[in-house]
């Protein structure tokens, strides 16, 4: 079995400022921008991976969830708990400083571990942890 990461969902609850973190910050292109019902899904990746893509989709979108649910949702997001992603790249102390010098929201200036990486940490706009590892 050949199995890949395809897509990852992280809740947008800013469309405009979630371009501005993922595409004009993090460099990824946008691959798809699709509004429906007044809310938006915009599909970002890395240049040169079109196999992988994240989809920055509306919170609580899902029509599923229960008004308690969203509520919850909306509490962690506000809380920066909700949700988060781990990207990695060559350069880590370019890429911080790039998206440092964008305005992001640090978590983590650039750090060993004690388990064995190096890495930093930001906030989206949303409050989604973002890590980058030192590949």
Request: proline residues 8%; charged residues 25%.
């Amino acid at each position: 079995m050949n199995l890949t990461i395809h897509q990852t969902f992280l809740p947008a609850d800013d469309p405009e400022k979630a371009l501005a973190f993922y595409r004009d910050a993090l460099g990824f292109e946008v691959r798809k921008d699709v509004g429906y019902e007044g809310m938006r899904w915009i599909t970002v990746g890395p240049p040169g991976q079109p196999e992988t893509s994240i989809v920055l989709e509306p919170p609580g979108s899902d029509p599923g969830l229960s008004d308690d649910e969203r509520r919850t949702i909306a509490e962690l997001m506000a809380k920066g708990s909700y949700a988060g992603i781990v990207l990695a790249t060559s350069d880590l102390a370019a890429t911080f400083e790039r998206v440092q010098a964008a305005g992001a929201d640090v978590v983590q200036e650039p750090a060993d571990q004690p388990y064995g990486l190096r890495d930093c940490a930001f906030r989206d706009p949303a409050g989604n942890m973002v890590r980058i590892n030192q590949i």
